[in-house]
């Protein structure tokens, strides 16, 4: 019974976990995704960069 | 012995499928023969000729197609060339001495930042600063009836009339 | 002792070729100052006559092999040394004996391409000077100062080699170790010099500086010396040496690792390998962007010259660049993947390697499709012609540099996995942390194909390339901050030790075709540097007036560098068995 | 067990390959294929062969056909096959030589400018002069349409096909194919100024690099009025229901 029990705990806790995860990752997907977004238009903007291919 | 004989072939084995697939698999293409020492054998006698040799030395000698091309964006594209250098001489970043379309081309030519086309410039210099080389410089080495030619060829492709006279007759 | 004999007799060599560049400059200095400002003649007109013609013997040819054998032992020459202070460095560092025995030994075997350097040099000065007499001359009248310098480093370097090679072991302990590695560092900077002289009459060829049209010298040799190339040129020398030296380390561990018949002398090659190979690859990673800048040089300097690098025949060429460097990805790939098998905790990450190598194999494909399809008449008649709907976009730039970024992306990942082999983290955010680096490598892979895939083919040209660049930053933030997560989550974890010689056999050829592909594709990237001259001797200064002033194709050339290839590899594998004849004696055999 | 199993890898992705060529009658060229399969199967080769049992397993049937006293006749009829299938393939590439491979552009840059009817185009911004009527007088634009109509299948519809397809009754007689101007992949992709200067000049007036010059178009300029070759270029996009790129984008 109490192992029952206990097992039904750790499933719990296993899918809260997992739940957990995944919002982690998704958002440090975003997070970074929007960090990315910024570099990118920082890096468009910079000068110079375009140096050795015109076109 | 045996890993000798092992890693030898191997080696062997890996350098040949390079080679093989440079020598087969890529197409052959032979890069072109140094060109001649001067396109042009003697004066041009026909406008005809004229056109003909400007044409030779465009592509061939001047490599000129080498950059003036549409697709490369990297010099302007010359098709239009006659057409446009009267209005050239009129705009403010203009700091040459031709006065008319024949010598704006002559001048553009031999002195490519007299004007540069805005957006053509060597980067960092403002547009100040072409980076064609003097054509008469030796990398490329045009002479005078090359240059000559060359710009009635200009003309011929814009569809201006040529105003570039014939060796001759700039003699008389 | 027998063994020393061969080396014994060779360093009259060593000793020989530098007085007499030393006399030789001095003579020809005395003439430059003799002649005075006003001695400079423009560069000579040649005719076809003023080639001394031998019968049967090419001299492009000649001269093109004895500077490629030189360019290659001299970069292996340049290596050993960079690689074996860095190792020793380490050693220090990390109180490691295995690093100062590996460092000693791979010095030691190589000891004799030192002076191969030497007689290769001077079989390849004697060819330029018999077949180009002319332009050996007209060189020699503007460089003739800086031979000074190089016989002065070339002096400093013999005696910098030798006080460290045979002190490794009495100024083994204390400050004397620190003096040694002084000295290491001082053979470094002598032989780099070396390279720096050497490359400024290479690059003055190419990109001429302090000349005027007609190629009258203007007097000022440091003008001629720091032309457009030189510097990129010395950066992306200095870089490739050290790759190239890692990769030929590497290959000798592997190929000793296959004889090795003790266990301690498998875990010792396999160690060598690994640590070399490593090296290899860390040096390779950054030699791209010295590419770009020397790219981006020769542009500046001559549009023409460019575009005759990077289009139209050479277009080919780079397809056959690409060809290698992605088998070089993969072997690296195929290295570390076996390499999980030495960890304890390996077994488990095997399961991704495929998905890596779908990635990896399908930028690879990417990275080769050329612009230009080959196509028989009847597919050219199915597709209606030459663009092919689907494979036409991945013969494009942007395809390109977004398949290289995921390439390098992946091979990282790799990389990351093979350090999990052996190492499980016990901190209470392990799986926030493997969230959050999956995360970043998710975002990045997005990042990178939008820009790949939007700015390449849904904007304007003028983004089609700018867009690389974001894309590389994107590639080398995951790498910093996936290795400082890591390291963070590392921090107290349990690490197992690898165990060292638990490699396939098959692992190591993998090593051997890095150690080879390097070799062949300088072989191929020297040609189309100087062919990009055309027929020029000094670009646009002084003309190849000779019978063999055309530019050879592709495949002519590949023919010559693999018969180079060939050749120098032999000399090499005779040299480690040379090297290695000594040590067998020493240690008993366990090679 | 596992060889099968490299075997099918290898299969399905050489069927990826393929599927471009039967499915959409788009086929990935052979020397691609050939380059592709060739990295592919090394790389599943080297993913098959990390650890020594991967590698044991893929080669053990091989190993056990060649050294196996009990396959021994398995052996002789492999032995026997090999040689034979090395003949005919060889019989069959070199009875089979075809036509050599060739680098060909089809849609090649125009020049800047084209000299027709005794005036100057310039290609760049040009515009097609009938194009305005879309919107001003959608009745006159479908006339104008019509017209074009008329042009086309009074001379391009022997070799461009009736449903524009570029089947036309000569078609087959060409090489390459008449272009089709159905689907989104030809003029769809083209403005109508690069049009123009193909139907006014042809195959003749290909550039070097839309060479070797084996188009079959003629050049219309002597054929055609400038309005005809106008109003068969809106007759195209209309009857495809293609729009033209305009300068714009």
């Not at chain 2, 001489?89 to 540069?116: M, R």
């Not at chain 2, 003097?134 to 080495?141: F, K, L, P, T, Y």
């Not at chain 3, 060189?139 to 190089?150: D, K, N, R």
């Amino acid at each position: 019974m109490a192992l029952e029990a206990g097992s039904v705990a750790m499933q719990e806790q296993n899918s809260a976990l997992r739940m957990k995860t995944t919002l982690a990752f998704i958002a440090s997907v975003l997070g970074f995704g929007a960090l990315f977004l910024v570099l990118d238009l920082l890096l468009f903007n910079a000068q110079g960069l375009s140096f050795v291919f015109k076109g | 012995m045996g890993r000798f004989v092992k890693t030898a072939a191997f080696s062997l084995f890996i350098i040949g499928l390079y080679t093989f697939y440079s020598v087969f698999v890529i197409p052959p293409i032979n890069p072109g023969e140094p060109p001649s020492e001067s396109a042009a054998s003697g004066e041009p006698a026909t406008i005809v000729e004229l056109l003909a040799l400007g044409e030779e030395v465009y592509n061939g000698k001047g490599a000129c197609a080498l950059c003036h091309t549409r697709e490369g964006g990297r010099a302007p594209a010359l098709e239009g060339s006659a057409l446009v250098a009267k209005a050239r001489l009129s705009s403010p970043g203009y700091s040459g001495k031709a006065v008319d379309a024949e010598s704006y081309l002559y001048e553009s030519l031999v002195d490519p930042s007299a004007y540069v086309v805005p957006g053509y410039g060597v980067s960092g210099t403002d547009g100040g600063v072409s980076p064609m080389p003097d054509v008469r410089a030796s990398s490329i080495g045009l002479s005078e009836t090359e240059i000559r030619a060359v710009i009635a060829y200009l003309q011929s492709v814009s569809g201006v009339e040529i105003t570039v006279a014939l060796p001759e007759r700039r003699r008389e | 002792m027998t063994h020393r004999g061969p080396l014994r007799c060779l360093p009259p060599t060593r000793w020989l070729v530098p007085v007499l560049a030393l006399l030789a400059s001095a003579a020809l200095a005395q003439d430059v100052l003799a002649a005075g400002p006003s001695g400079y003649a423009p560069a000579p007109v040649l005719s076809p006559g003023d080639y001394p013609a031998i019968r049967g013997l090419s001299p492009r040819l000649a001269v093109w092999f004895a500077a490629q054998m030189h360019v290659w032992f001299a970069a292996f020459v340049l290596a050993v040394p960079i690689f074996a202070v860095i190792l020793e460095f380490v050693g220090v560092v990390k109180k490691d004996a295995r690093y100062d025995r590996v460092a000693y030994e791979f010095l030691r075997v190589s000891i004799t391409a030192f002076s191969l350097t030497a007689v290769t040099g001077g079989i390849l000065l004697a060819a330029l000077i018999v077949f180009y007499p002319d332009l050996m001359k007209y060189l020699a009248s503007i460089f003739g100062p800086t031979a000074l310098f190089y016989a002065l480093f070339f002096f400093f370097e013999t005696a910098a080699l030798y006080t460290y090679y045979y002190g490794w072991k009495r100024m083994a302990e204390g400050r004397l170790k620190l003096l040694h590695l002084a000295v290491g560092i001082g053979l470094n900077l002598s032989g780099t010099g070396l390279m720096f002289v050497a490359n400024a009459w290479v690059t003055f060829m190419m990109t001429p500086a302090g000349v005027d049209a007609a190629g009258a010298f203007g007097g000022n040799v440091w003008e001629a010396v720091n032309n457009h190339l030189w510097s990129p040129m010395n950066l992306h020398r200095f870089v490739a040496n050290i790759a190239y030296g890692g990769s030929i380390a590497g290959a000798y561990a592997a190929y000793r690792f296959l004889g090795a018949s003790s266990e301690e002398g498998r875990a010792h090659y396999d160690w060598m390998g690994y640590t070399a190979s490593l090296i290899a690859i860390g040096a390779l990673l950054p030699l791209p962007f010295a590419g770009y800048w020397l790219t981006a040089e020769i542009y500046s300097f001559s549009q023409q010259m460019g575009i005759t690098l990077m289009g139209g025949v050479f277009a080919w060429l780079f397809i056959v660049q690409a060809v290698i460097i992605g088998a070089l990805f993969l072997a690296a790939n195929y290295y570390l993947w076996c390499g999980f098998g030495r960890g304890g905790y390996g077994a488990g990450y095997l399961k991704y390697v495929k998905y890596i190598a779908v990635v990896v194999a399908a930028s690879f494909l990417v990275w080769f499709t050329p612009h230009t399809l080959i196509l028989t008449p009847s597919e050219a008649r199915a597709i209606g012609g030459q663009y092919h709907p689907y494979l036409g976009p991945l013969g494009l730039m942007p395809a390109k540099n977004t398949a290289v970024n995921m390439m390098l992306l992946f091979t990282f990942l790799s990389f990351l996995l093979y350090r999990r082999a052996h190492r499980r983290p016990v901190v209470p955010w392990v799986k926030y942390g493997n969230a959050l680096q999956a995360g970043l490598f998710t975002a990045a892979v997005a990042n990178i194909s939008f820009l790949g895939v939007y700015y390449g083919y849904f904007t304007n040209t003028v983004y089609k390339v700018a867009s690389s660049v974001p894309q590389v930053a994107t590639t080398l933030f995951v790498i910093v901050a996936c290795l400082v997560i890591e390291w963070l989550m590392a921090r107290g974890g349990r690490s197992e030790d690898f165990k060292w010689g638990r490699m396939p056999e098959r692992s190591q050829y993998a090593l051997i075709l890095i150690a080879v592909s390097f070799t062949w594709l300088m072989g191929l990237m020297g040609f189309v540097r100087s062919a990009i001259r055309q027929h020029w001797h000094v670009y646009s200064v002084m003309k190849d007036a000779s019978a063999e002033a055309f530019t050879p194709s592709i495949a002519y050339a590949a023919k010559v560098v693999s018969a180079g290839t060939v050749v120098f590899l032999a000399i090499i594998v005779f040299i480690f068995w040379l090297g290695g004849m000594g040590q067998e004696k020493e240690a008993g055999g366990d090679g | 067990m596992r060889l099968i199993k490299f075997l099918a890898v290898n299969l399905f992705f050489y069927a990826l390959l393929k599927a471009p060529g039967l499915l959409a009658g788009k086929p990935v060229p052979s020397s691609v294929i050939t380059m592709y399969m060739f990295f592919i199967v090394m790389t599943v080769l080297l993913v098959m062969t990390i650890t020594d049992e991967g590698a044991n397993g893929l080669f053990a049937p091989i190993r056990s056909l060649l050294e196996d006293p009990s396959r021994a006749l398995a052996r002789k009829v492999l032995f026997v096959l090999l040689p034979v299938a090395a003949a005919l393939s060889v019989q069959y590439l070199s009875t089979d030589p075809g036509p050599p491979f060739e680098l060909r552009s089809a849609h090649p840059a125009p020049p800047g400018v084209v000299r027709a009817y005794g005036k100057v185009y310039e290609l760049d911004g040009l515009e097609n002069p009938l194009r305005a009527l879309e919107k001003e007088n959608p009745a006159a634009f479908k006339e104008l349409a019509r017209e074009g109509g008329e042009v086309y299948f009074r001379n391009c519809f022997f070799c461009h096909g009736a449903r524009l397809d570029g089947r036309g009754h000569y078609a087959y007689a060409m090489d390459p194919l008449p272009m089709p101007f159905t689907g989104s992949d030809t003029i769809a992709q083209l403005k109508e100024s690069y049009l123009f200067w193909r139907i006014v000049k042809g195959g003749p007036g290909l550039p070097r690099e839309g060479g070797p010059n084996i188009s079959s178009m003629p050049a219309w300029e002597n054929e055609l009025t400038e309005e005809e070759v106008w109003k068969v270029i809106l007759f195209l996009y209309d009857y495809t229901g293609n729009r033209p790129r305009s300068w714009k984008d």
